[in-house]
């Protein structure tokens, strides 16, 4: 157990859908991420966050759309995806902006889009 | 910007001794080496930090140089639960000066019996 749980597990998903993934830590950390890890590849850094301020878009499509009401709490929403958006999307968090951040992530959404 | 490069891939035997080293020329004077271990659709688990020289805890231990341009994991005695894979990461400073946490390919280790 990490501390960082996020839900749902797995997610299958019409290209016409709107669904949106969640994720809580209970670290007491200032920073969230989401990652994106599509099949045999490295992760993908998408969003971060930073005392709910994002401070980091990493040309993620306007499809993918994040939330942050507060420092425990992280959202994706998500709307009109595409087959090659199927990916396990990772969930993190750290303390803060700081050269020795160690990331803590839950377990993933593994979605599928059809 | 800081970039690692690592092995694509290591094979390895129970109870051996695996090193892995990871390469990061660009690494930034404040940088720390981190490296994690990801299992089939979990995320990845932190393993060691370090700055310079070793560092070792209970799972692993973390060999820098002194020029901290390279930096080798090492895990002792590996039995097949230990088949993952594994990155090393440093901070990915852009020109917002914003920490970036960027995985890598990382090292498939495959350890058999």
């Known amino acids: 157990e990490t501390g960082v749980t996020q839900t749902p597990r797995h997610l299958v998903m019409g290209m016409t859908n709107k669904k949106s993934l969640k994720c809580e830590q209970h670290?007491?950390?200032?920073?969230m991420y989401w990652y994106k890890q599509s099949a045999k590849k490295p992760l993908e850094l998408m969003f971060v966050y930073n005392f709910k301020e994002q401070t980091e878009n990493n040309s993620v499509p306007s499809r993918f759309s994040p939330e942050c009401p507060n420092s425990s709490h992280l959202f994706l929403h998500l709307h009109t995806l595409q087959p090659e958006d199927s990916a396990l999307y990772l969930c993190a968090s750290s303390q803060g902006d700081s050269t020795n951040e160690k990331l803590f992530f839950g377990s993933g959404t593994q979605l599928s889009v059809l | 910007l800081a970039k690692t490069t690592q092995p694509i891939s290591m094979d390895s035997y129970e109870g051996q001794e695996v090193n892995i080293t990871c390469s990061h020329n660009n690494i930034a004077t404040n940088d720390y080496i981190t490296w994690y271990q990801q299992f089939p659709s979990q995320g990845p688990r932190f393993i060691i930090q370090?700055?310079?020289t070793k560092v070792t805890n209970e799972v692993a231990s973390l060999f820098i140089p002194a020029d901290r341009k390279s930096s080798t994991l090492s895990l002792p005695r590996v039995s097949l639960s230990d088949t993952a894979v594994y990155y090393c990461l440093v901070v990915l400073h852009g020109s917002s000066n914003t920490g970036k946490l960027i995985f890598g390919q990382g090292t498939t280790l495959q350890v058999k019996p």
């Open positions: 670290l007491g950390h200032n920073a």
């Open positions: 370090g700055y310079k």
